[in-house]
């Protein structure tokens, strides 16, 4: 559909903030999805009554808007699906940290790493993760509810939002909650808008909470003789009432690709084990103590362990979790990361479901993520250019939502729906959980102008465009 008369409107309204080259199209045409679809024009607003501008003018021509920040999203949540115009607010990036009150007031466009960096120089410490970090956004964060290594312990994104400034699809500005700890003054609307894909608002601006930074870590790697004794023994770790501050898994096709990447074993006599990467944080106290129990659940349970006793170690330790990401591709040339979560007590039933899934479709399945929230990230790698591989990819991942639903899990835990999930809704909600959504979604948008084509539109990505090129956050 064309929306001519729109754009040439809004060009008139906001000038040069309104672009519609090739290139500036083609830029915001996708996400980290690579799927692809060319909006009719990117705008970069300077301020609120620019956005207001947008949002007006979109309900009166009814032209979808896709909200767009570090464009890091997995699931095509933020690739403009009906095109229409994109709302680029990246530039929207300003951070202030109030250190007294252990809280940061920041901008939708502001990269997480640097949310991280500017709290820390104060003493203080903001959590929640993503692998993205170094690419994404507290707004897109905030879209889809993002957690990260530190989920299990400190909770996710969700957790750290005390309020947040923005519009409603109809272009009026509102604020959920304020710059306080406590805030009970209405319907708590606020949590409506974290995880709703920019389905419901557009987010400009944050309240996060902060936690004292800790005073003392400590690392430990350990492998182990397969995938279900690793989660069985993380399993054992948790019912001793140790709360590591990361858990990470990684099974053994992800320990091999990382080995290969780096041209290191990551335990020598013991190449391709699975590993589970600890990291202990707190008081020194707390630490200390603490690191007893692990190390003894360490000799009783794993095949091999190595502890850092410097931050250079420590430093190589995680050095096997960060290569193993990309280096999947050595497997294939395209990757569906399915970002599932499985409940602590079917972590073996899920290993052995994997195991089977492998055979099954023949395809490699590398799989590694945050035991301490069950939150796995499972990597089913094809070759895009085979018939064969792409149909085993897409019916893998059938069996997988299917099945991650009757063992009690999620069929997300922080990349949302987008495109990608959409046929996998309806088995996570029943009609009557989908229909109360849509109405909160009419609600709110009337008009459908947000993000449209998303969530409930049961769509499947193998229909759509996808982009051959890697992007920054395919290595990590």
């Known amino acids: 559909m064309s929306f001519a008369k729109a754009t040439a409107q809004l060009r008139r309204l906001l000038g040069t903030r309104v672009a519609t080259s090739d290139d500036a199209l083609f830029r915001a045409s996708f996400d980290g999805s690579k799927l692809s ?42 690739s403009p699906v009906r095109g229409g115009w994109v709302l680029n607010v990246s530039k929207w990036n300003k951070i202030k940290v109030d250190a007294d009150a252990g809280l940061a007031q920041v901008q939708c466009g502001a990269i997480v790493a640097d949310v991280h960096a500017a709290v820390e120089a104060k003493g203080w410490f903001y959590p929640p993760d993503p692998a993205s970090k170094k690419y994404s956004t507290i707004g897109g964060n905030i879209a889809c509810n993002a957690g990260g290594m530190h989920g299990g312990k400190y909770g996710v994104t969700r957790d750290f939002v005390i309020a947040l400034r923005g519009f409603l699809p109809t272009g009026e500005f509102v604020e959920w909650g304020t710059a306080t700890k406590k805030f009970a003054a209405g319907f708590n609307l606020r949590d409506l808008w974290i995880g709703s894909e920019g389905m419901l608002g557009v987010v400009t601006g944050a309240v996060l909470k902060l936690v004292p930074m800790p005073a003392a870590r400590w690392t430990l790697l350990t492998a182990f003789a397969n995938e279900a004794a690793a989660l069985g023994a993380a399993r054992k770790l948790f019912r001793q009432r140790v709360q590591p501050a990361i858990c990470e898994f990684l099974d053994r096709e992800s320990v091999i690709c990382a080995e290969r990447a780096t041209g290191k074993t990551v335990f020598p006599g013991q190449a391709g084990r699975p590993v589970i990467l600890l990291e202990l944080a707190g008081s020194l106290a707390e630490v200390d103590d603490l690191k007893q129990d692990v190390l003894a659940w360490a000799q009783s349970n794993t095949v091999a362990f ?40 079917n972590y073996e039933k899920f290993a052995r479901f994997i195991t089977q899934l492998k055979r099954r479709s023949k395809l490699p399945i ?33 069996q997988l939502m299917e099945t991650v639903v009757a063992l009690g899990g999620a069929i997300s835990g922080e990349h949302g729906i987008g495109l990608a999930k959409t046929p996998f809704l309806r ?19 009337p008009r459908g102008i947000l993000n449209p084509g998303k969530m409930f539109s049961v769509v499947r990505i193998w229909k759509y465009p996808k982009l051959k090129l890697r992007l920054p956050w395919d290595h990590k």
Not at 321 to 345: Q, T
Not at 432 to 445: E, G, I, S, W
Request: hydrophobic share 40%.
């Open 427 to 445: 088995l996570q909600h029943n009609p009557a959980q989908v229909r109360a959504m849509q109405a909160v979604k009419k609600a709110l948008d």
């Open 306 to 345: 190595r502890e850092a006793h410097s931050r250079a170690e420590v430093e190589e330790l995680w050095e096997v979790r960060r290569k193993c990401s990309g280096a999947m591709f050595e497997l294939g040339d395209s990757k569906l990361n399915e970002d599932i979560v499985v409940p602590m007590r």
């Open 366 to 398: 590398p799989t590694f993520g945050h035991l301490a929230d069950g939150n796995l990230h499972v990597n089913i790698m094809y070759h895009r250019d085979n018939p064969a591989e792409t149909k085993a990819a897409e019916a893998a991942v059938q």
């Open 37 to 78: 679809f060319l909006p009719e024009a990117v705008i970069s607003p300077k301020t609120n009554a620019d956005i207001t501008t947008v949002l007006t003018l979109a309900n009166k021509f009814r032209v979808p808007v896709t909200v767009r920040g570090g464009g890091t999203s997995l699931t095509g949540s933020g």
